[in-house]
């Protein structure tokens, strides 16, 4: 038998991450749960990444964020049980906090303030059970390609898909409108209650709410937001959205995080407003620039111009003019965007700075950090044609810094 040679590609050259099918990752949920249960799984469920198009830190805020998901997808198989019992199964458990890749419990024992990656799937069934659902013990088998610590919510996807299976094994009816406003909210309740980290409700509307190919804006003025879908029409016009992984993280983001969000607060009551996204559009900047505290002042202008930037970028995706202007005028908001981020609201690392600039003297139209920030993913709007050659640059500059080689996706 001839041997199999997998070809490693040279250190200078792109690394790609491919994205698996939809029978790909089923099938290798259901292998992973044959092997670690016995059996076959009731039900398969899957959940994409997010990607934010424009409009990061705005969401604990009432503001306005554009977003759209990954085909990178999270999928779970799963079997319910007559018991009160849960056990898990995850691959690439060794590259985050927690117990290894097994972990079992009770659904009459969970606790907020659970350690480590079960947090994320015992927290999703904690909050449906506190909503009232009828569900049990369960049996979870869990893959997934979406890149960690990137920005791109291989977090929520997990919850999401872990939801879906919960709906799809109990009967829960969640599989409506209606149904994934309710399970993105018990995702936000599982993070912010169970795990005990305060972030806005971004990810897991996104997931939930944005289909394939569409693009949603997600007005955080209401809880739950109103969301509305536009078509993302990129790859009609020669366009992708190029990712970027930079691979760098920074230690301590979660309460760099925190910080941003109590300023944002901070900023709203030093103005007499419940929130930021109270202020009028045309007072809006020049309120905020008459704050005297420069931290809280510099967290608030991002917020309320970020806003703004979403704004204009829907009007470009929607308007009637020439499709080059438009699609270049959506790529300098892009980089108006990063260019907030990192010297107003300061999220950014020296990695993604590079990549951002790397990628627009490459012939990206633009490019933004992507996420919460403190390391992760740039997202660039980059033409079909020259994918290739803007990751190039991109990999010759990180080499150039003795940076390590990054990654790239494609949406």
């Not at 103005?271 to 809280?296: F, I, M, N, Q, Y």
């Amino acid at each position: 038998m001839m041997a199999v040679v997998t070809a490693v590609p040279p250190e200078d050259t792109p690394r790609w991450l491919e994205p698996w099918s939809l029978d790909e990752g089923a099938d290798r949920a259901r292998a992973l749960f044959a092997d670690a249960f016995e059996g076959e799984p009731e039900a398969i469920a899957s959940a994409p990444g997010r990607l934010t198009i424009v409009g990061d830190h705005t969401d604990y805020s009432g503001g306005l964020t554009l977003a759209t998901v990954t085909a990178h997808r999270t999928f779970v198989a799963a079997r319910r049980r007559d018991d009160q019992a849960i056990r898990v199964v995850a691959t690439r458990s060794e590259l985050v906090d927690g117990p290894g890749p097994r972990w079992e419990g009770a659904l009459d024992a969970l606790e907020p303030g659970h350690p480590g990656w079960p947090s994320r799937v015992a927290g999703v069934l904690w909050a449906l059970a506190e909503r009232g659902y009828p569900i049990t013990g369960v049996d979870l088998a869990i893959d997934s390609c979406v890149p960690l610590g990137t920005g791109l919510g291989s977090s929520v996807a997990l919850g999401a898909a872990v939801g879906r299976a919960a709906d799809a094994v109990w009967g829960l009816a969640l599989d409506t409108e209606a149904g994934g406003v309710e399970l993105a909210e018990a995702c936000w309740e599982a993070e912010n209650t169970y795990v005990g980290f305060p972030c806005g409700r971004l990810d897991p509307h996104t997931v939930l709410r944005c289909g394939d190919g569409e693009a949603a804006l997600l007005d955080f003025s209401e809880i739950p937001p109103f969301v509305t879908r536009y078509p993302l029409y990129f790859h009609e016009y020669g366009l992708r959205l190029l990712l970027i992984d930079t691979g760098a993280r920074r230690e301590g983001w979660r309460d760099a995080y925190a910080r941003r969000s109590r300023a944002a607060v901070r900023a709203a009551a030093v103005l007499g407003l419940p929130s930021l996204r109270s202020l009028k559009p045309h007072e809006a900047l020049a309120r905020v620039d008459a704050l005297e505290d420069t931290p809280t002042r510099i967290r608030a202008r991002h917020i309320v111009s970020e806003s703004m930037r979403v704004r204009d970028t829907i009007a470009e995706l929607s308007g009637l003019g020439p499709a080059h202007d438009r699609f270049t005028r959506i790529g300098a908001l892009m980089l108006e965007s990063h260019r907030s981020l990192s010297a107003d609201y300061r999220v950014s690392t020296a990695e993604l700075d590079l990549a951002v600039d790397s990628a627009v003297a490459a012939g990206a139209l633009g490019a933004r950090m992507a996420g919460a920030g403190f390391g992760g993913c740039v997202v660039a709007l980059v033409r079909t044609g020259a994918l290739e050659q803007v990751a190039e640059r991109v990999v010759a500059d990180f080499a150039a810094q003795g940076y390590a080689r990054p990654a790239f996706l494609q949406v």
